[in-house]
């Protein structure tokens, strides 16, 4: 087992913070990954990871979304989304608690600067979704609903608290 995944289960439930970016045309960014041995098996997905240390979830928001997308410029919003998930990836279960951020960005280029080793072998880049393109993709996109919630963030604003999204399970 590599320390990568030795760490992840010292706590058992990981702990994660992602991040829905937006850009000034309301475009979402994610990222479009893959299992690292399998690269016709993926998916998209928002920019985020796992807390290190003893860094807060905003903490680790903000460094992941810099290690990932190289963006730094981003006004960090509120948590708009918890979702528990539990998934099969690079030969192991991943359970993750999951807070989803709002952020917004001017900077589009992406240029990932600090990807770990799983990383660099199972992410194949970025893309800036529109709603409408988001919700045609034929896709897998995580979470299974982002298009709705993305069209429902859009016309209502962010919700007045944490919506507890359904529990994913693959």
């Known amino acids: 087992m590599s320390a990568e995944a030795a760490e992840r289960y010292e706590g058992g439930l990981r702990k994660v913070a992602r991040v829905v970016l937006l850009d000034p045309e309301d475009r979402i960014l994610l990222l479009h990954g893959h299992e690292p041995e399998d690269p016709a098996d993926d998916w998209w997905f928002t920019p985020g990871g796992g807390l290190e240390g003893d860094e807060t979830r905003e903490e680790a928001a903000l460094r992941e979304l810099a290690e990932e997308t190289g963006i730094t410029d981003v006004e960090l919003g509120p948590v708009l989304w918890r979702r528990m998930c539990s998934f099969p990836f690079a030969g192991l279960r991943w359970d993750q608690d999951e807070?989803?951020?709002?952020?917004r960005t001017t900077q589009t280029a992406i240029r990932a600067v600090a990807l770990t080793e799983l990383e660099r072998r199972s992410v194949a880049g970025a893309r800036w979704w529109t709603c409408e393109e988001l919700?045609?993709?034929?896709?897998?996109?995580?979470?299974?609903?982002?298009a709705e919630l993305l069209r429902r963030l859009l016309d209502d604003g962010p919700p007045a608290g944490p919506v507890t999204l359904d529990a994913e399970i693959v």
């Open 99 to 103: 807070w989803y951020f709002l952020a």
């Open 135 to 146: 919700a045609r993709a034929h896709e897998t996109v995580y979470p299974t609903r982002l």
